[in-house]
């Protein structure tokens, strides 16, 4: 959650200084990310919703989050496999194996 709260004003802040490290004078209507503003909408109106409500959201979330991270991995297809690096799947393997090892040592460590 606290980096959803980040990213919004990050967001925000890099759509209004975009045009002014590209030194060009774009239409900030065109570059401002709208979908932040609805986060603050969402954190808004959180507090307003019964906690019984909130856990079936809750839910519903889950399951949707769980059938997008599903469609990603079956769009992936042996010929991509192949066709790809094999430095890629080296490093994808050791970052796979660096967050496992780090969140075993964090769980022990403060549970």
Do not use: H
């Amino acid at each position: 959650m606290l980096r959803v709260l980040m990213l919004a004003p990050f967001l925000i802040i890099l759509s209004l200084a975009s045009g002014f490290f590209i030194g060009e004078k774009s239409n900030i209507r065109a570059n401002f990310p709208y979908f932040a503003l609805w986060f603050f909408v969402a954190l808004l109106c959180s507090g307003f919703i019964n906690p019984q409500i909130k856990e079936f959201i809750s839910l519903v979330d889950n399951f949707l989050l769980s059938v997008a991270m599903s469609a990603l991995g079956l769009t992936i297809t042996k010929k991509a496999l192949k066709n790809s690096n094999l430095k890629v799947f080296i490093a994808s393997s050791l970052i796979f194996l660096w967050l496992i090892v780090l969140a075993f040592v964090l769980a022990n460590l403060l549970f």
